[in-house]
């Protein structure tokens, strides 16, 4: 498995835990040098949208301006942390 990948399975596997029928992730690999970005639909119709919606992201990530720190590439924790939008 390639640095970073998160394979369509793990993506299932979240979809059946929280019954959730569509699924995105965007992972960033540690050193911020790799991004991973994995979807997932439970019918073929879900899987092409989840599919649009993450080249529209990878697109925007692409595009952005924004240049990471040349001393820390991610400013990231010591503890992971987990942030969870409750908007619908």
Not at 2 to 8: A, E, L, R
Not at 13 to 21: F, G, H, L, W
Not at 25 to 41: H, K
């Amino acid at each position: 498995m390639s640095k970073g990948k998160i394979p369509i399975k793990a993506a299932e596997r979240i979809s059946d835990q929280y019954n959730c029928p569509m699924v995105i992730i965007f992972a960033i690999t540690q050193d911020g040098e790799n991004f991973n970005l994995t979807t997932y639909g439970a019918t073929k119709a879900l899987c092409r949208h989840a599919a649009d919606i993450g080249n529209k992201i990878s697109e925007a990530i692409m595009n952005s301006k924004i240049e990471p720190s040349e001393k820390e590439p991610l400013d990231m924790p010591d503890v992971p942390m987990i942030y969870e939008s409750s908007k619908k």
